[in-house]
Nanobody, 119 residues
Framework: QLVESGGGLVQAGDSLRLSCTAS????????VGWFRQAPGKDREFVGA????????QYSVSVKGRFTCSRDNAKNTADLQMTSLKPEDTAVYYC??????????????WGLGTQVTVSS
């Protein structure tokens, strides 16, 4: 029901834009969160955007570099990533649910898209 796209292999310092598309569900009814999981590590919060006023929050590690946005008319949400670092390498997931940084607040998840940043 949620599908991420836009992942790939980039070099340090590059930018990448991930998209999350919902099918069979109105994404505009939910907050959208972005999470990531690096090999051997737990899944962690990256950023989130609220469903109505577009309020956003970010993890310390990506604040100032990543930006969450959404287009409710298109039923999509994006994660713009700039100044990418090798430590940003992970599988990135989008999720829909209640606004916040707790993955337990999100009800619906995509399968993830791989982002690899080479040094």
């Amino acid at each position: 029901q949620l599908v991420e796209s836009g992942g790939g292999l980039v070099q340090a310092g590059d930018s990448l834009r991930l998209s999350c598309t919902a099918s069979g569900r109105t994404l505009g009814d939910y907050a959208v969160g972005w999470f990531r999981q690096a090999p051997g590590k737990d899944r962690e919060f990256v950023g989130a955007i609220s469903w109505q006023k577009g309020k956003t929050q970010y993890s310390v590690s990506v604040k100032g570099r990543f930006t969450c946005s959404r287009d409710n008319a298109k039923n999509t949400a994006d994660l713009q990533m700039t100044s990418l670092k090798p430590e940003d390498t992970a599988v990135y997931y989008c999720a829909a649910g209640s606004y916040g940084d707790d993955e337990g607040s999100y009800y619906y998840w995509g399968l993830g898209t791989q982002v690899t940043v080479s040094s």
